[in-house]
């Protein structure tokens, strides 16, 4: 069976690659100013309104990085605020080395790559929008039916999905509400959200388009959202592969690679 | 100290990624990758070419406006200078002009002048809110008359910068420079500001006159202004990349 077609294979995959590149070197970036604040304007010299910070503190030998949130400050040594270079030397760094491109803190190349994948980003999702909203796809198979929304099904999909009881047969053709939730949240909710709080950190296209930062609340709340969203983005694509690999991983990739699904056979 | 148990779980994950930053120094990918700043850079000047950056109210100023990059010049042409009053201070505006120029501060003055509340975005992140006041960048390029074949304003600064780590890349230290096209340097809110929320403009913030291109991020608001060339080309300035931060691998087009 025909499951996906070659334009919803090619801007997946197309889309896989520029957001793990986005993902990479947005932390990248975040490094060079690990704070954020609500509002138009926010630095080291007018942090009332800083909600977020990262940072360490101690001697070399004892660093202990740190996440302040609000006023709350949680101990995250080894993993943020503080983490080993490559090397194995304690630094004093935002995202550890593993999890930033490049590994160590070089906002240039960083911003260069980002904004290149940015465009990737951009393009390929109007690509996919395009064609999803002409074919009919996205109505059909994104969105949920006011069917799938009712309590009580919404309900069996959770317990389904609880017990790993993935759908078999003719009926892992389409997706369920739970997926079908997932997907529309992350394409037509987080993603537009994460682009649209990129273009209001720009100075030029804010006066090209005075709505863009407007819409959020200034300048630096879009910083603050585009980091919220990058959050949920990756909380999805953790969830994302979670489930491709307990649902078969070796059907479901491949379904992804070639278009084709086989049924009936379950696993 | 670091444990070891989160070393260990870092420990794939650090392995599978380490093939990805050896990709960020493949010059045929870096070329192709940097192909999206020209992009921007079209696509900016398509849509937003005469675009007005917002205008804040005097509400909306920070009340402390950081102080990045160069606090104080350390050269001691500028120092001798600043113990003047910048009264010896001249602008020199040349290159591709009909008329090169040499202007005091009094000049500067006797031009109209534009106020304007607006936010400046660093290329770090944050951002802070202030006053500046100074004549339209557009007036004095007028008065030197421009010749054929400019198409670049270079602005030529009084300090030598040494970076910060904290934007990564080459860090190496050279005079300050930035430059703009003619449709930044024309643009009504492009001006030479001598003040900050209504004060002259102290050491740390550019004395006495840095540049205000309102469209683009902190590094290029030149500070400790000397000398304006109007070029054809961006080559023959530092390492050809058009600013101090360009030839250290980022944007030359800031609006972004």
């Known amino acids: 069976m025909l499951r996906h077609s070659l334009l919803v294979r090619l801007t997946h995959w197309t889309n ?16 060079a100013h690990p704070r954020l604040y609500w509002g138009h304007a926010g630095s080291v010299d007018q942090v009332e309104r800083q909600w977020l910070q990262m940072g360490a503190s101690g001697s070399a030998a004892r660093l202990r990085g740190w996440v302040d949130v609000g006023d709350r400050r949680f101990d995250t040594t080894g993993l943020l605020g503080a983490s080993e270079s490559p090397k194995g030397a304690p630094s004093i760094v935002a995202f550890p080395h593993w999890a930033t491109l490049p590994a160590m803190r070089d906002l240039a190349t960083a911003r260069t ?15 996919w929008l395009g ?18 929304l009712r309590p009580a099904h919404l309900w069996h999909d959770i317990v389904e999905h609880a017990k790993l009881n993935f759908p078999k047969g003719e009926a892992a053709l389409s997706y369920e509400v739970l997926q079908r939730l997932a997907y529309a949240g992350v394409a037509l909710v987080l993603i537009p959200v994460v682009i649209l709080t990129g273009m ?21 709340s879009a910083r603050s959202v585009h980091f919220i969203a990058m959050a949920a983005i990756a909380g999805f694509m953790a969830l994302h ?27 | 100290m670091i444990a070891r148990r989160q070393l260990l779980g870092a420990l794939p994950a ?20 940097k192909s999206g700043e020209q992009a921007t850079y079209r696509w900016q000047r398509l849509v937003g070419r005469d675009g007005l950056a917002r205008e804040f109210s005097a ?18 042409e500028w120092q001798a200078l600043e113990a003047g009053g910048f009264a010896d201070w001249r602008l020199r505006v040349s290159g591709l002009v009909k008329k090169e120029l040499a202007l005091s501060m009094a000049d500067l003055a006797s031009l109209p002048q534009r106020t304007q509340i607006t936010r400046h975005d660093c290329v770090e992140g944050w951002s802070a809110i202030g006053q500046w006041t100074g004549p339209q960048l557009a007036n004095v390029l007028k008065a030197a008359g421009l010749r054929d074949g400019a198409r670049y304003i270079v602005f030529l600064c009084a300090d030598d910068y040494g970076g910060e780590a904290s934007k990564g890349g080459l860090q190496s230290s050279s005079r300050y420079y930035e430059s703009i096209d003619l449709v930044d340097a024309f643009h009504p809110q492009t001006i030479l500001a001598h003040s900050l929320n209504g004060q002259k403009l ?19 608001q030149a500070k400790y202004l000397m000398q304006i060339v109007v070029a054809d080309s961006l080559a023959p300035f530092g390492q050809g990349n058009g600013g101090y931060w360009p030839d250290r691998g980022y944007e030359w087009y800031a609006g972004i």
């Open chain 2, 14 to 33: 650090g392995l599978l990624l380490s093939g990805c930053d050896a990709l960020t120094k493949v010059d045929t990918l870096k070329a192709v990758v």
């Open chain 2, 59 to 76: 509400a909306d100023l920070s009340p402390v406006f950081k102080v990045n990059g160069t606090r104080r010049p350390t050269n001691s």
């Open chain 1, 200 to 220: 209001a950190m720009s100075p030029g296209l804010n006066a090209a388009f005075p709505f863009l930062d407007a819409l959020w609340g200034g300048r630096q």
């Open chain 1, 241 to 267: 592969l979670a489930l491709v690999l307990l649902s078969g991983p070796v059907r479901q990739i491949g379904a992804m690679i070639t278009g084709r699904m086989t049924i009936g056979g379950g696993k």
């Open chain 2, 202 to 220: 102290g050491a740390g913030h550019g004395a006495p006159l840095r540049l205000r291109v309102e469209r683009q991020l902190g590094y290029k």
């Open chain 1, 131 to 148: 064609y999803g909203l002409v074919s009919g796809r996205i109505g059909r198979e994104i969105l949920p039916s006011l069917a799938q």
């Open chain 1, 113 to 127: 790559w980002h904004f290149f994948f940015a465009w990737v980003l951009i393009l390929n999702g109007l690509m």
């Open chain 1, 16 to 31: 896989a690659l520029a957001i793990f590149f986005l993902l990479m070197t947005g932390l990248n970036i975040f490094g």
